[in-house]
């Protein structure tokens, strides 16, 4: 029973945060702003939890399976959450539904908890599942904005159709081998075209989740749509969760065909990376700008998984964390002037750093460490997963990846540009956020400066392994 | 060796300095940062000067030879079994000169800027810039590792783009910082990608390690470095060719030189300090400091240094003689000095007689910043008086800059290698290198010196002598004591820097090397540099209208060089043309006609379906199911029965 209690801690901590929020709704009465302070409080003592009691070990059969990298990377899923709650206040205090957002996305993390631990496809599809619904209901948050119901709409049909694939991939590779257990698929595996085809079936679900072309395009129309909360939950703590439970399904399931496998990934991950540049590059909406910077930095984190070996699973994790304070806070800047001021623009952000310097510069030094510049942490991250890539020599590779971060810089800069240099006879008027996004902004910032000069967090995910 | 970990100051003092400004300089203390920035650097300096001396006099000698030492060690991260990235300070004879030149140079730019930058609005944040600069590159000329390099390669990067974008409210300079960014950190992106293969191939990223690994004859590391290849050159190749490619980019070679020209744009004493003798030599450092593997293992890609630098030198000291805004001509003077400095190094080989061109390099770098920053510093105190860039505009100012006047002159004949000032050793040591080993090199180096000597004297006339120049309203008066002393500081750098018997202290295998001096080498470029020094009299002394004339029956080799060789209209061509119209318009084409393309053959199936959502504006939710459907079958037919 403590064993149970142990391993599921997480996935406890989450449901018991689900039912407490479902009874102060049916209790009722309490203030927005009261109520997301609680929140705040719920999700920084669950995620100052998620550091303890963590071991290693298996329940139900081999369906559920956790170990202390799993629990570490669930704790990253818990800061994004946590981020969230803090960045967006001044959007959260305003919606009628304060509660039932959370509810919602906790569910989801429910959902992504389950994924990435995993042991069995059927457990895999299920929690699949539980972690994309709850999320098209909260694309839709916005009850009264026309574009976020259709992005609600697009998001869910895209997922539908999703899904349908994957679980058509799962009965094929089910049909083949006559197991779904992740522990028995790799002795099965003898890369017959069935298989592999069902294998990527599967893996197009992943890269649906992860948004990789050709698989993205519901990224952006969701993401323009949708409240910056929600785009920001898409955005980096789904991708995260998707991108850990892929290293398992690689390393550990599909080991055997390795070959195949790094040349999809390598595959996709070039043209993602060109594709997502080259769109971010002419976008004007600061979300669906967002929404291209984040494909390609994905298809850097499938450069790094495709490496195979140590180093790239450490590598990912830790850009995962990296990509959690840099692209929240990128979001975070975003969802404040969207609420303040209406804006979502580049060009209206113009003159920024004169009326509003704290948030020009956090946008500035978010979109710094997406870029990969030093000494942010991005740097870092970027620097990490090319080296783990680097591992297999395909040269090729490397230069296209190389000069995707040139290509990145520049249209980072731009925004960079329209903040700091060019004149705007209107430009944002001075914004007082609220203190929690203030605060989660400062964590932020702290998080992609400290998080790459201090080598013991690399080396600290580098030991759970 | 003794206890050393004070050296680490170093490295903390200008940190501090960035900090604390940074920080609260704009609030808190505003009109002191100055004043505590050079303190912060005078300190720094010392330690430098104590280490250097220390260093050279003391403990670095062992059995006659300059070892390397890395007195200060940090294991930053352990990357995976036996690729650790170290942090540290690592000693050898380059490091510790580039420790002088550096903090020397930036103390001189700090202190000159006291008066320089008076009355900007951002003070504070200039001398919080210029610390988190000199940091950087203090941190990249002691790395002790080829990772520690990088990142402070890219840092340096990132604080030259805040200082050349000092003035973010001129269009130009904002252009200009952006344009250094991004061109760096295109050549950065091949030197990323040469670390990324030595360090596979060699399996470590410390120095010391790699070159060792990577130089000895019979190694499994060399070997597998070089018998592994891609389009038919070594893995090895490819690794030295890409990291110079970073190193041309920061160095401003032939063809990545573009940036500098433009980054002219960022205050004065900024340009004396990135520009002259400090980020731009960071490439020649990375050369020399990885010198053994390329002289031992890769001497095809020497060979590309030295045809390069050779190139650079000569079509750079070509444009400058054209140019008439007075920075540009600077920093055209400064890509053709670097440009000697490469070949020189090119031209070297490792150990012995044969290793001149190394130490040879190594002395220009050192008299180079001398009198270069000196250059800078006077071209400051010139546009502080005049308020304008433009060559036109001066004439006649000896009269009223007679210090400026004398401390130009001084650099003016040291960079025109007139014997007796620094220049004239270092440049001899050079040409005499290039002598011995190729002759094309050496009549390029040589006519680069004539030419160098004529556009240098060109300016020179033309800004102290000429017309005369007329007072506009108020009078102004030569800068204060800030500035001048700076420049008297350098000027006498500039005029002994050449006594410094530096084959002493730097070469190629750290043992002593003799300097030959003779005389019959030194007779043509002196005689040229003469003649180019008259030819600029001749032209510039009085006002005439002999220049026009020539310019005239030249028009079109000098409209050419005066338009730069049309290179950035080239890259414009290259990226806004090629790129943005072919590459963008296709991606855009493909959007609209390929997808729904796509999506008109699958009407009639789609077509209740598109009903059903017809409310929704764009009805796309049906293409992107296409596409996705597509991309999974494409990817597994592909994987099937393509590529099994």
């Known amino acids: ?465 | 060796m003794p206890n050393t970990t004070f050296i680490i100051l170093i490295l903390l003092l200008p940190l501090v300095s960035f900090v604390l400004l940074g920080l609260f300089g704009r609030k808190y203390i505003k009109a002191g940062s100055g004043i505590i920035a050079t303190i912060l650097l005078l300190a720094t300096f010392l330690v430098s000067i104590y280490t250097a001396c220390h260093y050279f006099f003391e403990y670095g000698k062992i059995n006659g030879v300059y070892e390397k030492l890395v007195p200060v060690k940090y294991t930053w991260l352990a990357f995976s079994n036996g690729l650790a990235i170290d942090m540290g300070v690592l000693l050898d004879p380059i490091s510790s000169m580039m420790l002088v030149v550096v903090s020397l140079v930036s103390l001189m730019v700090h202190i000159y800027s006291l008066v320089y930058m008076k009355g900007e609005e951002r003070f504070s944040t200039y001398y919080a810039f210029l610390g988190l600069f000199t940091f950087s590159m203090l941190g990249l000329v002691v790395s002790v590792n080829i990772f520690q390099i990088y990142f402070f390669w890219e840092l340096v990067g990132v604080s030259s783009f805040l200082l050349i974008g000092y003035y973010y409210d001129r269009p130009s300079a904002v252009a200009a910082c952006k344009k250094a960014f991004i061109v760096t950190r295109f050549a950065d992106a091949g030197f990323l990608i040469g670390i990324l293969i030595l360090s596979y191939y060699s399996g470590t990223l410390d120095f010391a390690a790699l070159i060792e690994k990577l130089t000895a004859p019979g190694s499994t590391e060399l070997g597998n470095a070089l018998s592994a290849s891609f389009l038919g050159l070594s893995a090895l190749t490819w690794g030295m060719l890409l990291v110079f490619m970073g190193a041309a980019g920061k160095s401003a070679m032939f063809p990545l030189h573009i940036w500098l020209p433009d980054a002219m744009e960022g205050p004065t004493p900024v340009s004396a300090l990135i520009h002259a003798a400090t980020m731009v030599v960071a490439g020649v450092f990375l050369v020399a400091r990885l010198f053994p593997v390329f002289a031992l293992s890769a001497p095809e890609v020497l060979n590309v240094v030295a045809y390069i630098g050779a190139f650079s030198a000569l079509f750079a000291a070509i444009i400058a003689c054209a140019q008439t805004d007075i920075k540009r001509v600077l920093a055209y003077s400064t890509m053709s000095q670097i440009g000697y400095m490469m070949f020189a190094l090119g031209v070297s080989k490792y150990g012995g007689e044969g290793g001149l061109g190394y130490t040879a390099s190594m002395f220009h770098l050192f008299t180079h910043a001398m009198f270069k920053a000196l250059l800078f510093l006077c071209a400051g105190a010139i546009i502080h008086f005049v308020h304008s860039n433009e060559m036109k505009d001066m004439g006649g100012l000896r009269k009223f800059l007679p210090v400026t006047h004398f401390t130009f002159l001084i650099a003016c004949l040291a960079i025109s290698g007139v014997p007796f000032f620094s220049g004239f050793f270092s440049k001899e040591e050079i040409l005499t290198a290039a002598l011995n080993h190729n002759i094309a090199i050496y009549w390029a180096g040589l006519a680069t010196a004539g030419l160098t000597s004529f556009y240098m004297f060109r300016l020179y006339f033309n800004i102290f002598w000429g017309k005369e120049f007329r007072q506009h309203g108020e009078t102004r008066r030569e800068g204060g004591f800030a500035m001048k002393a700076p420049m008297i500081l350098l000027a006498i750098g500039a005029a002994l820097a050449g006594y410094i018997p530096f084959g002493k202290f730097i070469s190629s295998d750290g043992k002593a090397l003799a300097i030959p001096f003779e005389l019959k080498h030194a007779i043509a470029p002196v005689a040229l540099s003469f003649v180019g020094a008259l030819i600029a009299a001749w032209l510039y002394l009085r006002q005439n209208n002999k220049p026009q004339k020539i310019a005239a029956s030249l028009s079109a080799l000098h409209q050419s060089a005066y338009r730069k060789f049309y290179i950035d209209e080239g890259y414009l061509f290259i990226t806004q043309k090629i790129i943005f119209n072919i590459v963008g318009k296709t991606a855009d084409w493909f959007d609209k006609n390929m997808v729904n393309g796509l999506v008109n053959l699958t009407a009639s199936s789609t077509q209740a379906f598109s009903f059903a959502t017809k409310k929704m504006q764009s009805g796309k939710v049906q293409q992107y199911a296409i596409y996705f459907l597509g991309g999974a079958i494409l990817l597994a037919v592909l994987f099937v029965y393509v590529w099994k």
């Open chain 1, 1 to 465: 029973m403590t064993e149970f209690l142990i391993l599921m801690k997480s996935e406890l901590m989450a449901t018991a945060l689900i039912f407490i929020l479902l009874f102060i709704k049916m209790g009722g009465g309490m203030k927005n702003g009261l109520l997301l302070q609680v929140i705040q409080v719920l999700l920084l003592v669950n995620f100052i939890t998620g550091f303890f009691f963590n071991k290693e070990g298996n329940l139900f059969g081999n369906m559920f399976h956790t170990s202390a990298l799993i629990a570490f990377q669930k704790n990253i899923l818990n800061l994004g959450v946590y981020l969230i709650a803090l960045l967006n206040a001044d959007w959260l205090k305003k919606t009628d539904h304060l509660p039932e957002f959370f509810i919602l996305m906790l569910s989801a993390l429910l959902g992504m908890f389950f994924m990435v631990s995993s042991g069995n496809l059927l457990i895999f599809y299920l929690s699949l599942e539980l972690s994309s619904i709850p999320v098209a209901a909260m694309a839709n948050f916005d009850l009264h904005k026309k574009n976020a119901a259709e992005g609600a709409m697009k998001m869910i049909l895209s997922s539908a159709f999703s899904s349908g694939i994957l679980l058509f991939g799962i009965s094929l590779l089910y049909g083949a081998m006559g197991t779904i257990s992740f522990a028995e698929i790799p002795q099965h595996l003898d890369s017959s075209p069935l298989q592999v085809t069902a294998f990527i079936f599967i893996f197009s679900a992943f890269a649906f989740k992860l948004s990789i072309v050709p698989f993205h395009l519901w990224a952006a129309d969701v993401y323009e749509g949708s409240p910056v909360a929600t785009a920001s939950f898409l955005s980096v703590v789904s991708k995260g969760a998707a991108a850990f439970i892929f290293i398992t399904i690689l390393y550990k399931v599909f080991q055997p065909m390795q070959e195949l496998w790094y040349n999809l990934l390598v595959t996709v991950s070039v043209l993602t990376m060109l594709l997502g540049n080259l769109f971010a590059l002419r976008q004007q909406n600061i979300k669906r700008f967002l929404a291209f910077s984040s494909i390609a930095q994905v298809a850097f984190i499938v450069l790094g998984i495709s490496s195979n070996d140590h180093i790239g699973i450490t590598s990912v994790v830790y850009f995962v964390l990296v990509y959690v304070f840099s692209n929240l806070s990128a979001f975070g800047v975003a969802s404040v002037i969207a609420e303040h001021s209406g804006k979502e623009n580049i060009d209206d952000y113009k003159g920024l750093s004169k009326t509003n310097p704290f948030l020009g510069w956090s946008l500035t030094l978010a979109l710094f460490s997406l870029a990969g510049i030093p000494p942010t942490a991005g740097f870092f991250g970027k620097l990490f997963l090319l080296t783990a890539a680097a591992a297999k020599a395909s040269y090729w590779l490397i230069i296209v990846a190389a000069l995707n971060m040139v290509i990145s810089l520049y249209y980072y800069l731009r925004v960079v540009r329209a903040i700091f240099i060019d004149n705007n006879e209107m430009p944002i008027k001075k914004i007082q956020a609220d203190r929690s996004a203030e605060l989660g902004l400062v964590i932020c910032s702290v998080g992609i400066l400290l998080t790459g000069i201090v080598s013991w967090i690399y080396d600290f995910i580098q030991s759970l392994h």
